[in-house]
């Protein structure tokens, strides 16, 4: 059998929608000339240290900020609402433990709408959001510990999410050091335009189908390297160049072996992206002070280095870059810095959602077709 | 808490890309003035009777008819590829027996992904588009054995695609009258333009994520009754109408109280769907006589009273109306009509991954931005 691409006819052009207005939204917007993040209105500048995860979780859901009340409804929700059925549960047992974290969530989330229909299978609405949303990050740390051989922690809805995800992460009451550079990450992720996984969960929504089904698409798209799947990257890079002396030439000997440096450039941003700059703060102030030093040094080397041998590609640290950094420091393994991210984006996600559903129409393009439209069929003896 | 759709700012226009060129394919084209549907080239009446699925998914994956050898290869790499790994198995039991096909489905597909990184994690190719294609069926049958208590059915690599799908939910030889509908059928939905399963597989793919991921998703839009959700709608609405003497006055109440006819109409199609003409056929020769008698009253009728209705709206008989009588005839449940769709369109999803890897470019479009930009964060007290 010859290969897929062997093909006699011409190879479709990638567009990749690039410029093409696929839907408006009131969610957020990535300025990329400018660098500038927008939630709801809200410069992330404005949120981030600022406003808690579940403040920027209702701003995203409910397009304002909460009033008390409002946010201490929206703490007992979330908090009512982590527990996971059996069969969820049972599901993440039967996965092998070196499954990669993503591959369990997207399996994980699925399970839990096909077990939970009585939640889940309506239109998806504010509650459904809030029901998933919680529930998230309590998969993956279900996933965590049952791939160590350990028992899943059970909830405690007194927590926070970043609070929350940690306690059953980890077992343990978590540190102020730990889960508050967690929650700004969480509050920097949480929506962010347009973006693959974020269209990949509105055209499943617009043919009426399930908030879960949506949210396990959204995951599959999200853990493509060209999308989410790369910060663990930067780890291993930085773990690779080893430390700041070697920066220079590790660098130098990439760059002429063709290989693409890590957490540098971005398809929307031609600025520097605002969350690395908020991340760099956090990591400085919460990573061990020589990996702070080793990747401040990586980052400025890979800029000036960028620019000479790519002069004009405007490549800037994305927010990939201090992801690791920050992430490293909250105690989280590199397989689980994507499925971290995903924690916080299910937020944005499920936001999407329900803007879709509120006003849907069906995503369904128009191809161009590049093929023949006139072969005749001959049977098997005479081809 | 207030509802979703209450914020202050304007919501979002739905435009569903309707006439976008989202992307180039050689694959399938709809022509929906004229009716036609074309895969590669061919008429779809030209291979709809004629080529076996098996042919038709060599023609999708690798752009032309088999020949001998190459038909024989492709059937043994099928059959070859049909044994699903104990961690599937272990996911379909911990699901409850009434969890929906589709979203067995989709966990089992989600799950196998996860089980077998050593076949799915690369960039998807040719020989995982077979592995993933032979493995849905026996997902389902699997689950449907198993959600009645049953043992599934040991794959038999001498089987075709519809005789093993068959033969693993019933466990028994499947009759020339069952399985070679069932072929036709499987031919028919191979396939179909940039519907919204489609284009979802393909946004993921685009993210350089693995097949498993990308027809995780698919299946998860393809379960949406405004996509592939409904076929079993129409057997529930023939049950309802029960024989011809009632159709006139089922359809004209269900006209007058602003229910929606199942069976009719296509976001595309402005003609008669070529696929529903083969179907008619098909059920014709398969149905019991008094069923098809039913179908093709009620089809009658609603269609003179659609066009009295809805003069100009140019609502015609869908793929999903004698989908219906033909599956039912097959021996399917109707909770297992979408599955099926699923079974015949893995082929075409997985082509379009294969079309879309080979030249990817990230689909990541553009938003309008419809809110505010410019708001300012007040702490908690003062909101």
Chains 1, 2 share one sequence.
């Not at 994980?108 to 949303?133: K, N, Q, V, W, Y």
């Not at 798209?221 to 080893?242: C, Q, R, T, W, Y």
Request: charged share 20%; glycine share 8%; proline share 7%.
């Amino acid at each position: 059998m010859s290969s897929a691409t062997a093909t006699a006819y011409p190879m479709p052009k990638p567009e990749g929608l690039e410029g093409v207005v696929a839907a408006s939204t009131a969610l957020s917007h990535v300025f990329g000339e400018e660098g500038r993040l927008v939630y709801r209105g809200y410069d992330i500048h404005e949120l981030a240290g600022k406003a808690s995860f579940e403040e920027v979780a209702h701003l995203l859901w409910l397009g304002h900020l909460p009033d008390g009340r409002e946010l201490d409804e929206l703490h007992r929700k979330l908090g009512a609402n982590r527990d996971l059925p059996d069969a969820v549960f049972a599901v993440l047992r039967a996965l092998p433990a070196d499954t990669a974290p993503m591959d369990a969530l997207r399996t994980g989330i699925s399970a839990l709408g096909a077990a939970h229909r009585d939640l889940f299978d309506d239109t998806p609405d504010l509650e459904e959001a809030i029901a998933l949303a919680a529930r998230v990050p309590a998969i993956l740390a279900a996933f965590f510990r049952l791939r160590q051989g350990l028992d899943p922690v059970p909830p405690r809805p007194d927590l926070n999410t970043a609070q929350s995800y940690l306690y059953q992460l980890f077992g343990t009451e978590p540190e102020p050091r730990h889960w508050q550079p967690l929650e700004v990450y969480l509050v920097l992720l949480a929506d962010h335009g347009m973006n693959a996984s974020t269209f990949t969960a509105r055209v499943i929504a617009s043919t009426a189908s399930d908030l879960c089904s949506a949210l396990t698409g959204a995951v599959g798209a999200l853990k493509g390297p060209l999308h989410g799947g790369a910060p663990s990257k930067v780890l291993d890079m930085l773990n690779e160049i080893g430390s700041a002396e070697n920066v220079e030439a590790w660098l130098t000997h990439a760059l002429d072996t063709g290989q693409r440096l890590m957490g540098f450039g971005h398809r929307v941003y031609k600025a520097e992206d605002p969350r690395a700059e908020i991340l760099r703060g956090m990591a400085e102030r919460a990573s061990d002070p020589a990996f702070y030093a080793l990747s401040k040094t990586t980052e400025e080397r890979a800029l000036a280095l960028l620019e000479e041998r790519k002069p004009g590609r405007r490549l800037y640290t994305n927010v990939e870059f201090y992801s690791a950094a920050v992430l490293a420091a909250v105690g989280l393994p590199g397989d689980m810095f994507t499925p971290t991210f995903a924690v916080s984006r299910s937020v944005g996600w499920s936001a999407h959602v329900l803007e879709q559903v509120a006003n849907n129409r069906l995503i369904r393009p128009q191809s161009e077709f590049v093929g023949p439209t006139d072969l005749h069929f001959a049977p098997i003896e005479s081809r």
